[in-house]
């Protein structure tokens, strides 16, 4: 979320001064953002004709990447065409800790613009990495391309091997929060059930009873707010299987908002909702002994909470 006071002493039509401070914003993107309550004057939403003037309060809801311009593409390594840096939120000399926007996969070689790319890019610009010189920082676990939240990049081998030790012997906590239609019952609750991957149709399927091919899952959820047909929740993820969370609170009748696979489709295309409303915003460490680690010993870092958590605490989402 941007929040924008205004500075113009004369009176200037919103949308107008919108595209005069973010120049890649145009009326099309407006009226999409405003139709989708991205856009807040003075805590309300307005017609883009409204004037704003000195003192007023405009914020907006939209993705850092849709107010930039499209860079142009150069020659050279893949990561150089990432369309920014990361936004990263931890970094020491052996790990660091990226914010991944909703929409943009951790990895993929059909295009550049990944989060292991804008990572790269940050370092390089940074002038901490060079390509050749150092190695190369890597992914320790990954999110679905719909979710937002953190990811943990380990610059070494060393912490690479460890991170993805930790995680997998879940040492590492993972705390979500998301938007589900419906309100779990009860709000609180421990599910567990067992995990089949349908490859052919690129879901996973939850199941009551083990089997083969079949792998153990737990979700814990708690109800935070409700509004209207939706509940925010939090959500600790014990077990990190594929699709997990958004599987496993489907089974029960509340799918996330926004997620096309799993969800109702419909009330997607009511609200706009492009991804799904999940975001991997809290990661906990414990005390740790190994050097490469010091830096995150006993720490929690947190993300910035997505710009669909303030509207459902303000009853915007209903």
Known sequence: ???????????????????????????????????ENKIKLNGKKQPLSTRV??????????????????????EGPSFLNASFPAEVIYEDDFVLIANKPAGVAVMDEKTPDTLINRVLL?????????????????????L??????????????????LLVQLIRERIIKKRYVCVTFGHPQ????????????????????????????????????????KSGRF???????????????RAHLASIGCPILGDSKYGNNAINRELKFKYQALCAYELSFPILDYPELQGLSGKTIRAEKPWWYNQMLQHQLK
Not at 146 to 159: D, E, M, Q, Y
Not at 203 to 218: F, H, L, Q, S, T
């Open 1 to 35: 979320m941007k929040v924008i006071k205004v500075k113009s002493l004369l009176p200037i039509r919103l949308d107008k001064y919108l595209m005069e401070q973010f120049p890649a914003l145009n009326i099309g993107k407006l009226n999409k953002a405003l139709r």
């Open 53 to 74: 003037c000195a003192g007023d309060e405009i914020k907006l809801f939209i993705l850092d990447e849709q107010l930039e311009p499209t860079p142009q593409k150069v």
């Open 122 to 142: 940050y370092l390089y610009q940074k002038q901490t990495w060079t390509p050749g010189e150092s190695e190369t920082p890597a992914l320790c676990h990954r």
């Open 144 to 161: 679905d391309t719909g979710t937002a939240g953190l990811v943990i990049v380990a610059k070494t081998s060393k912490a690479e091997a």
């Open 186 to 225: 009860p709000a609180k609750n421990i599910l567990k059930g067992y995990l089949w991957k349908d490859a052919q149709k690129g879901k996973v399927v939850v199941c009551n009873k083990p089997g083969a091919d079949r792998k153990a899952i737990e979700t814990h959820y708690e109800t935070m707010h």
């Open 231 to 245: 509940a925010l929740l939090k959500v600790d993820l014990i077990t990190g299987r594929t699709h997990q969370i």
